[in-house]
């Protein structure tokens, strides 16, 4: 069992920043890949960015690539999505999720037995 619990969620207004984490704790945290993925009101689960195991390699979705970016530290357990020039179309639920295989839908998450975090609400105003 893997527990992950993100934090850093708000009010921001368009074009700010805000940094989200996501503490895990349970199995090895080095030994899994994690991704952020977000839902938007009315909208499905989407892909946000994902990180490899030891942090060499990241993804990201188009719509993000340049303003946001992932990071872990595994020491601390934690992995991070710094978000920046936030738009009001950025606004939804963000999401941790650990997996034992690279990640970079939601189905891989579940397909592969990954675990989700319980997510935090990012708002954006105009």
């Known amino acids: 069992q893997v527990q992950l619990v993100e934090s850093g969620g708000g009010l921001v207004q368009a074009v700010g920043s805000l940094r989200l984490s996501c503490a895990a704790s349970?199995?090895?945290?080095?030994?899994?890949?994690m991704g952020w993925f977000r839902q938007p009101p009315g909208k499905e689960r989407e892909f946000v960015a994902s990180?490899?195991?030891?942090?060499?390699?990241?993804d990201y979705a188009a719509s993000v690539k340049g303003r946001f970016a992932i990071s872990r530290d595994n020491a601390k357990n934690t992995v991070y999505l710094e978000m920046n020039s936030l738009q009001p179309e950025d606004t939804a639920v963000y999401y941790c999720?650990?997996?034992?295989?690279?990640?970079?839908?939601?189905?891989?998450?579940?397909?592969?037995?990954?675990?989700w975090g319980q997510g935090t609400q990012v708002t954006v105003s105009s």
């Open positions: 999720a650990a997996a034992p295989v690279p990640i970079y839908a939601a189905s891989m998450v579940t397909s592969s037995r990954g675990y």
């Open positions: 349970g199995r090895s945290f080095s030994g899994s890949y």
């Open positions: 990180i490899s195991r030891r942090g060499g390699s990241t």
